[in-house]
């Protein structure tokens, strides 16, 4: 099975990080987010909205730098661009390098996990069991044999059933996300039966507590 690998799209997102030889001159094309520690960077966020600080990827595929202007790195892969970027840049600093992370490769979870959220994923790959111990890991209650993938393919929205418990995934074209991807893991039987259980108990409950109040008023 080939890892899927990210390519730059339209709409991306992109953190460049410059350094060189020349500190004085590499600032002028690090922007505020640029500064951030490369550790912090690497580490997947998790955040319902997360804050973008980069070069936004014109329709048209290119990336606009300051000095350099307008450069086409759409359809590359972010090793790609880097080098195209850094390619540029020998023009103006001394012995540069570049590295960039996308910013929009972000993916949910959602469902009978423990918690549920949006995460970044900045080394831009990730597999759908990762993905699901940064939620926290499935509940007791949800379906490990039917957990659904949502995914948009040449603008489509599909629609998967993947089994957990089968071996096959690992050789499967799912088990490495893909940007923007949403896992769903529904809820088993007896959390349904819960749940309606609870529905069907709370207006007695609260009809109950409702009349209580109502003696504990009169015999003040």
């Known amino acids: 099975m080939d890892r899927f690998v990210p390519t730059v799209q339209p709409g991306d997102v992109l953190t460049v990080r410059v350094s060189s030889l020349s500190p004085e001159a590499t600032t002028f094309f ?11 960077m690497m ?9 973008l600080t980069g070069y936004l990827v014109n329709p048209d595929g290119t990336l606009e730098l300051p000095l350099i202007g307008k450069i086409a790195i759409g359809g590359l892969t972010t090793a790609q661009a880097s080098d195209r970027i850094r390619e540029k840049l020998k023009d103006y600093l001394k012995e540069p390098t570049v590295n960039i992370r996308n910013q929009n490769f972000r993916v949910s979870v959602m469902g009978e996990v423990a918690r549920p959220s949006l995460f970044t994923i900045p080394n831009e790959r990730i597999t759908m069991l990762e993905a699901l111990s940064l939620a926290g890991d499935i509940t007791i209650y949800g379906r490990r044999e039917n957990v659904l993938l949502i995914r948009e393919v040449n603008g489509q929205r599909t629609f998967t059933r993947i089994d957990l418990t089968n071996r096959d995934l690992f050789r499967s074209q799912n088990y490495y996300l893909r940007p923007n991807d949403v896992i769903y893991v529904e809820p088993g039987r007896a959390r349904v039966a819960t749940a309606d259980r609870t529905y069907q108990l709370l207006p007695i409950a609260i009809s109950a507590l409702s009349f209580l109040a109502i003696i504990f008023s009169r015999f003040k």
Not at 43 to 50: C, D, E, I, K, W
């Open 43 to 51: 580490t997947p966020t998790m955040t319902a909205l997360p804050e």
């Open 30 to 40: 690090n922007p505020p987010s640029a500064t951030m520690p490369i550790d912090r």
